[in-house]
T-cell receptor, first 112, second 109 residues
Framework: DTAVSQTPKYLVTQMGNDKSIKCEQN?????MYWYKQDSKKFLKIMFSYNNKELIINETVPNRFSPKSPDKAHLNLHINSLELGDSAVYFC???????????FGPGTRLTVT | RKEVEQDPGPFNVPEGATVAFNCTYS??????FFWYRQDCRKEPKLLMSVYSSGNEDGRFTAQLNRASQYISLLIRDSKLSDSATYLCVVRKYGNKLVFGAGTILRVKS
């Protein structure tokens, strides 16, 4: 009965490849997020969706494209992966845009 | 200047000690404040919200000083299980949270 789940947990791939990370929440929340935590441990928001609509789009390369097929899912597709994309990517959700955010377990992406 | 600044530590303390973490934020228009906890290789989890009047949750006390743009977390009677990274978090506007880099706490027996 995991609240926010992500797949895969680990992803190792080569530069130039395209990959996707999936996120699902079974909490009935309206808002979902993608965060990136780099090697220096800074956690930065990338995107936020509210009821399948994009509401936050930080300065992120357009190689990153989020997709929300329904309000329980927010996937992240990354094109032409670069070494600097190596990080832990966390999905999160919240019942509304001002409420506590619940994080998924993270996807550790390594680009070689 | 970083939007949210914390002393990275590590703070190495014995069990039973009292330890305090501080955090400063740069945007005076920030609306809400939180402490999150992150265990090694795990996701962040909300520890507590921080209110202007100060608030307490068991062994944890959080305080906010809006004039100085300063947030603190006090942990009393430290337990081994308190070892983690403590993230100071500020909500700027809407649902955008800004995270500090975290303060590492190691509680030793």
């Amino acid at each position: 009965d995991t609240a926010v789940s992500q797949t895969p947990k680990y992803l190792v791939t080569q530069m130039g490849n395209d990959k996707s990370i999936k996120c699902e929440q079974n909490l009935g929340h309206d808002t979902m997020y993608w965060y990136k935590q780099d090697s220096k441990k800074f956690l930065k928001i990338m995107f936020s969706y509210n009821n399948k609509e994009l509401i936050i789009n930080e300065t992120v390369p357009n190689r990153f494209s989020p997709k929300s097929p329904d309000k329980a899912h927010l996937n992240l597709h990354i094109n032409s992966l670069e070494l600097g994309d190596s990080a832990v990517y966390f999905c999160a959700s919240s019942p509304s845009d001002l409420a506590e955010q619940y994080f998924g377990p993270g996807t550790r992406l390594t680009v070689t | 200047r970083k939007e949210v600044e914390q002393d990275p530590g590590p703070f190495n303390v014995p069990e039973g000690a009292t330890v305090a973490f501080n955090c400063t934020y740069s945007n005076s228009a920030s609306q809400s404040f939180f402490w999150y906890r992150q265990d090694c290789r795990k996701e962040p989890k909300l520890l507590m919200s921080v209110y202007s009047s100060g608030n307490e949750d068991g062994r944890f006390t959080a305080q906010l000083n809006r004039a100085s743009q300063y947030i603190s977390l006090l942990i009393r009677d430290s337990k081994l299980s308190d070892s983690a990274t403590y993230l100071c978090v500020v909500r700027k506007y809407g649902n955008k949270l800004v995270f500090g880099a975290g303060t590492i706490l190691r509680v030793k027996s």
